[in-house]
């Protein structure tokens, strides 16, 4: 039993690490025929039923008060339709490794909340970690000033920046809020199916013969992948992951994502790495892990499972 254990959480962290690395470059792909917001939209659309199927068939489902629903409404808006959104919507401007990479500050700029909020005492780690977020954050800007006067590169670089500020203030949020959350899978299927028909009523309102034109195949396949393995395997990873470890521990493992969506943007996509690039990397996710590290008594009595990274 104990050996059986031991191989789930490990595949659990490795769907972690890989799978939710990979919806970068399935957002890229997707975006290249398919309007974001049916991108984000069908993505949870579908994900959303198949929670439900599994929901009904295991006579799981829980009939929610409007408090709880209400809770959950606002969680999908901020971190589904804003944050998830928005990060769809800049990668058709910028490339999939660096938005990857700059959704790696979702976690200082939770710790920056929380410092407003009077949630976090200021530390010299805190601070440390913050100094190299903004160190790695310059090393990528430092050559690249003139691309800002791209109107295209700047819509993207803006729509990346709101959604890391969106799923930060979504996750300190959830935290607050949740003192019987119940069944999570219910949560999560509200949230995806709410968040995702608002998505795609939204588009069909915008543009109706729009947007289901031109769509190819790969762009087609891109967006059922999302939904199984970006929403419905990797979250049910993560999930089962917290169950087992401290929530610091199985947020450090996503810092893998960053790697895994640089290396599938230059194997696939042909997108450029350059070693500045690569040292931006290491600083950003340095400072995130010296910010996020906790004395050890801290890390046992932590038991929240909220997801502290844009997947």
Same mark, same amino acid.
Request: glycine letters at 2%; charged letters at 20%; proline letters at 2%.
């Given at each position: 039993m104990p050996a059986k254990r031991d191989f789930k959480l490990f595949f659990a +962290? *490795?769907? @972690?690490?890989? *799978?939710w690395g990979t919806t970068f470059l399935a957002i890229r792909i997707g975006v290249e025929t398919v309007p974001p917001l049916l991108v984000t939209g069908l993505r949870n659309v579908i994900a959303g039923f198949i929670f439900l199927t599994y929901l009904v068939y295991s006579k799981k489902l829980e009939k929610m008060d409007w408090p709880r629903l $209400? $809770? &959950?409404?606002?969680i999908a808006l901020m971190m589904i339709v804003l944050a998830n959104g928005l990060t769809t919507f800049a990668e058709k /401007?910028? !490339?999939?490794?660096l938005a990857a990479l700059i959704s790696t500050l979702s976690p200082l700029t939770v710790l920056l909340i929380n410092l407003s909020l009077g949630n976090e005492k200021p530390s010299l780690k805190i601070f440390t970690g913050i100094f190299l977020g903004i160190s790695g954050? /310059? +090393?990528i800007y430092q050559n &690249?000033?003139?691309? =800002? *006067? &791209?109107? %295209? /590169?700047r819509l993207g670089i803006g729509a990346i920046l709101f959604a890391v500020f969106t799923w930060a203030t979504g996750t300190v949020y959830t935290k607050r809020s949740a003192a019987h959350p119940g069944n999570i899978v219910v949560n999560l299927c509200v949230q995806m199916l709410f968040a995702g028909i608002l998505m795609v009523v939204f588009q069909l309102f915008l543009d109706p013969v729009g947007a289901w034109q031109n769509w190819s195949q790969r762009s087609f396949l891109a967006v059922i992948y999302l939904a199984i393995f970006g929403s419905v395997i990797g979250y049910? !990873?993560? #999930? /089962?992951? =917290? !169950? $087992?470890?401290p929530s610091t521990r199985v947020s450090v493992i996503t810092y893998i994502n960053v790697v895994v969506a640089l290396f599938l943007g230059w194997l696939i996509l042909g %997108?450029?790495? #350059?070693?500045?690039? @690569?040292?931006a990397a290491a600083l950003i996710i340095g400072g995130v892990i010296v910010a996020n590290? $906790?004395?050890? %008594?801290?890390v046992k009595s932590e038991k929240d499972p909220v997801p502290e990274v844009i997947e």
């Open positions: +962290l *490795f769907s @972690v690490a890989l *799978f $209400r $809770r &959950n409404m606002i /401007y910028i !490339s999939s490794g954050m /310059y +090393l &690249n000033i003139n691309d =800002l *006067f &791209n109107p %295209e /590169y049910a !990873s993560y #999930t /089962y992951a =917290l !169950s $087992r470890l %997108e450029h790495i #350059t070693l500045r690039i @690569v040292i590290l $906790r004395r050890k %008594e801290l």
